[in-house]
């Protein structure tokens, strides 16, 4: 029998490779970047077409590389990071494997171009599927360009696994996003077939997160730092009251590597412990500096994972120091008596001379428990309240109001309002209950509505109620086209960080549907002409777009919903009424009879029960078990 195992070719091995290291074109924007970081470049630019789908280009300032590096770089394993297996637990750089480019030159049509400052010309090479299709001299700058166009062109498969361009860009955003705040000083910019979305100059940290979120984020940071013998931490957190209910906005940094630890990003939830809302993450960027001795980041091909030698002192030493950070700035509350107490900015030092006594203006001769029915009382009584209607404005003859009331026929009045007869029951019990001869609603904590049947009563959860109802109407505009829109008397604008401003056009003709007039105007802003004429008025339209769009991605990340029903439900979510919301008798009836009108009038839009039902028998089994 002959033998069967045989080595596969490069160009198959790199292209198996190739299915871990670059999974979309976010991956290579990744390596590409984090190698033109290597290479010491302060100028990297970063130009994707059809996101990335097309063409992927990063140019630098950095080093350069002569002819052979240059045709040695797009071989397997080849890195100028390491020589020896020790040096794995001495790394400071971005990458080290030497696969990144060899798998990106397997999978797409690669042109690179590069030039040391030492020498007088470049080289350029063209690689398609791993072969060199061209190689020559030529006259370039100091540094490298590199293109990567077609990605995966001769693996149609993998090509078709890909998304959107909308949720392809947003994820080439999220690793541009971590490489900028991992180097601020170093200028980046990013264009998006032909339109620039970045431009960041070499600057802060701070300045740095506000030029890439929004400068609304100014506002909302709080410094960290802390030095010990193990670790250095430092960075910014978000203020609790800004936190939102979606992920992304957490970055942790291990010498200037981004990483993904649910460990320590535990230990900053546990720093926030009853100061934040439930289901909310805060902000926060921070730097860990450890000694690369005591790290392993040679764990997964995508080096986003690192294991610690000391994990358990690195949770503690960074929980303490963001809780230290937030009571230091006045986010949480704080036991330090050494600090000076608030009283001491109401105290104004002034010169005894200086000081007034207050002074009280009074009548000394009105009694108030004099009677009233003696002349010289009823002269005290009147000339005091003739000195408070001067002082307060009041007209002389205020009083004939009552005699014009009086003198008024009582013929007249009864037209508009009928003799009644005086309903003893408090006035919140008589608008939550119908009249006589009809069914009985009451609510209950103006949460609850309590609905008698014939076998005992309902409880229905008006909120949920609500939501159940909008999410059926909304599911039912998008499916027909049929929203109908109400205009602003003036247009709103809203400004988004880049992430959000590609998701929001994604969604955009579905939110048109539901009765949202939005426009694009300019590069992260779109203006809001009207919305959905269901909303009702005082309905801030900014907000309402805002809190949409978190719900959707919330949804999207946790139940893998399709668009409609995703933006249906996040929609609902934020039009319905809220908890503490009183309503009249015909606003209760109408909420019953709409939400009875749906297809699930029991189950909520979260899975829960709208509809408790407890039966008579049930109550006379409590009462006769006490």
């Not at 999978?107 to 690179?112: K, M």
């Not at 070499?202 to 013998?229: C, M, W």
């Not at 981004?258 to 921070?286: G, Q, R, S, T, W």
């Not at 005894?352 to 002349?375: G, M, R, V, Y």
Request: contains cysteine.
């Amino acid at each position: 029998m002959s033998d069967i195992i045989q080595l596969l070719p490069d160009s198959v091995a790199n292209q198996i490779a190739a299915g871990e290291v670059v999974q979309r074109p976010a991956s290579a924007v990744k390596e590409l970047i984090e190698n033109a970081i290597d290479s010491g470049a302060d100028n990297i630019r970063l130009i994707v077409k059809d996101a990335g789908k097309s063409l992927i280009q990063v140019i630098d300032n950095g080093c350069g590389m002569s002819t052979t590096d240059a045709r040695l770089c797009f071989e397997r394993h080849a890195t100028s990071k390491i020589r020896q297996a020790e040096d794995l637990f001495a790394i400071r750089t971005m990458g080290f494997r030497g696969e990144a480019l060899a798998s990106i030159a397997a999978i797409a049509q690669v042109e690179l171009k590069s030039r040391r400052v030492e020498d007088e010309l470049g080289t350029m090479i063209q690689i398609e599927g791993s072969k060199v299709v061209r190689e020559e001299p030529e006259a370039l700058s100091p540094g490298t360009s590199i293109c990567v166009k077609n990605l995966f062109y001769n693996i149609p498969a993998r090509r078709n696994f890909l998304k959107s361009n909308a949720v392809e860009m947003r994820h080439i955003i999220d690793e541009f996003q971590r490489v900028a705040l991992a180097h601020p000083k170093i200028f980046f910019s990013l264009h998006s077939d032909g339109n620039e979305l970045f431009h960041l100059p070499a600057e802060a940290l701070k300045q740095r997160i506000v030029h890439l979120f929004g400068n609304s984020y100014n506002q909302r940071l709080v410094p960290v730092e802390e030095d010990t013998t193990i670790i250095t931490v430092n960075g910014f957190i978000g203020k609790p009251e800004f936190a939102k209910k979606t992920r992304g906005e957490q970055f942790f940094f291990v010498n200037k590597r981004f990483v993904k630890d649910p460990y320590l990003h535990h230990a900053v939830m546990n720093a926030y412990e009853d100061i934040l809302p439930a289901d909310a993450y805060p902000l926060y960027v921070l730097f860990i500096e450890i000694d690369p001795s005591k790290i392993d980041i040679n764990v997964h091909p995508t080096k986003t994972e690192i294991k610690y030698e000391d994990d358990k002192a690195m949770y503690a030493i960074l929980r303490s120091t963001v809780k230290r950070s937030l009571g230091r700035y006045n986010i949480a509350p704080t036991l330090d008596f050494n600090q000076e107490t608030s009283f001491s900015n109401f105290i104004t030092n002034k010169p005894l001379e200086e000081i007034q006594a207050p002074t009280i203006s009074f009548n000394p001769d009105f009694n108030p428990f004099e009677d009233t029915k003696s002349t010289s009382g009823s002269l005290r009584a009147s000339s005091y309240a003739a000195g408070l209607e001067k002082k307060a404005g009041i007209p002389q003859n205020w009083d004939t109001l009552y005699q014009i009331a009086q003198e008024e026929p009582s013929e007249q009045l009864s037209l508009h309002q009928p003799e009644t007869k005086e309903d003893p029951r408090p006035d919140t019990e008589k608008t939550n209950t119908f009249q006589e001869g009809t069914k009985q609603f009451f609510q209950l904590h103006n949460r609850f509505i309590v609905s008698q049947i014939h076998s005992g009563f309902m409880l229905i959860d008006q909120q949920a109620a609500h939501e159940r109802i909008l999410f059926e109407h909304y599911l039912e505009q998008l499916t027909h086209n049929q929203g109908i829109s109400q205009q602003s008397l003036f247009p709103q604008t809203i400004e988004l960080n880049p992430a959000d401003y590609a998701l929001m056009e994604d969604i955009l003709p579905e939110i048109q549907t539901l009765g949202f007039q939005v426009r694009p105007f300019g590069k992260t802003t779109f203006v809001v002409d009207g919305i959905p004429a269901d909303l009702g008025l005082g309905i801030n339209e900014t907000k309402i777009l805002e809190q949409l769009l978190e719900d959707f991605k919330n949804n999207k990340d946790k139940l893998q919903l399709n668009k409609r029903e995703n933006l249906a439900r996040s929609l609902a979510k934020n039009a319905a009424i809220k908890p503490g919301t009183a309503l009249n008798n015909q606003e209760m009836s109408e909420l019953i009879d709409k939400l009875f009108a749906t297809p699930s009038p029991s189950i909520s839009i979260h899975g829960k029960p709208i509809v408790v039902t407890i039966t008579l028998q049930e109550l006379m089994e409590r009462f006769n078990k006490n």
